[in-house]
């Protein structure tokens, strides 16, 4: 069965900072772009960040630049969501997502996701 399980979420203090993991079984996220997306209720999904596996290369929304950073361990073909600086406005369950391609596009499967809460 392939599923996306996502973990690490949780409470931090304003200015703390907190990592989302993002573990892939019955596929492998060797040959696949991973994407995070965030939401709040009430509001559209946003998008968050990408590792474009085609070409390695790493892209943030503005809001995440220089203070998320992804990455990923193919040896536990887990992906991983470092995120610094935090805020309120960083409040939002977070979604993991492995593409169907190399490419940030289509996504093909999601994780169930992560509750982040940014609070004193």
């Known amino acids: 069965q392939q599923q996306v399980v996502q973990s690490g979420g949780g409470l931090v203090q304003p200015g703390g900072s907190l990592r989302l993991s993002c573990a892939a079984s019955g596929f492998s996220l060797e040959n696949r772009a991973v994407e995070w997306f965030r939401q709040v209720p009430g509001k559209e999904r946003e998008w968050v960040a990408c590792?474009?596996?085609?070409?390695?290369?790493?892209f943030y929304a503005n809001f995440a630049e220089g203070r998320f950073i992804m990455s990923s361990d193919i040896s536990r073909n887990t992906a991983y969501l470092q995120m610094s600086e935090l805020n309120s406005a960083d409040t939002a369950t977070y979604y993991c997502?492995?593409?169907?391609?190399?490419?940030?596009?289509?996504?093909?499967?999601w994780g169930q996701g992560s509750q982040v809460t940014v609070a004193p």
């Open positions: 590792f474009r596996r085609r070409d390695n290369r790493l």
């Open positions: 997502a492995a593409a169907r391609s190399s490419w940030c596009s289509d996504v093909e499967y």
